[in-house]
Nanobody
Framework: QVQLVESGGGLVQPGGSLRLSCAAS????????MSWYRQAPGKERELVAR????????GYADSVKGRFTISRDNGKNTVYLQMNSLKPEGTAVYYC?????????WGQGSQVTVSS
């Protein structure tokens, strides 16, 4: 079955950086688009970034453009989210998802807390 396991979350000060990883298994990762979403307390889940199967096409929410970078390693079945210049409003549970336009499967989420 599909498994998506996120790691790399934690507590970081405003202006700091974190890199999230998502290890995928149970499906044809190298031909699947992948996405990162986040859900802040009391808010709806929102798309943060997405990447095509080969990595040649990416997209970002306006709120993270220029600060976050999505990438993937098809040899390791892993997708990454490099987050720089983090802001307190970036505090959320971050989810990895299979799919570029519509998520087909979800990971369990990784908590990111941005606070001094």
């Amino acid at each position: 079955q599909v498994q998506l396991v996120e790691s790399g979350g934690g507590l970081v000060q405003p202006g700091g950086s974190l890199r999230l990883s998502c290890a995928a298994s149970g499906f044809a990762f190298s031909v699947s688009g992948m996405s990162w979403y986040r859900q802040a307390p009391g808010k709806e889940r929102e798309l943060v970034a997405r990447i095509s199967s080969g990595g040649g096409s990416t997209g970002y929410a306006d709120s993270v453009k220029g600060r976050f970078t999505i990438s993937r390693d098809n040899g390791k079945n892993t997708v990454y989210l490099q987050m720089n210049s983090l802001k307190p409003e970036g505090t959320a549970v971050y989810y990895c998802a299979e799919g570029y336009m519509e998520p087909a499967s979800w990971g369990q989420g990784s908590q990111v807390t941005v606070s001094s």
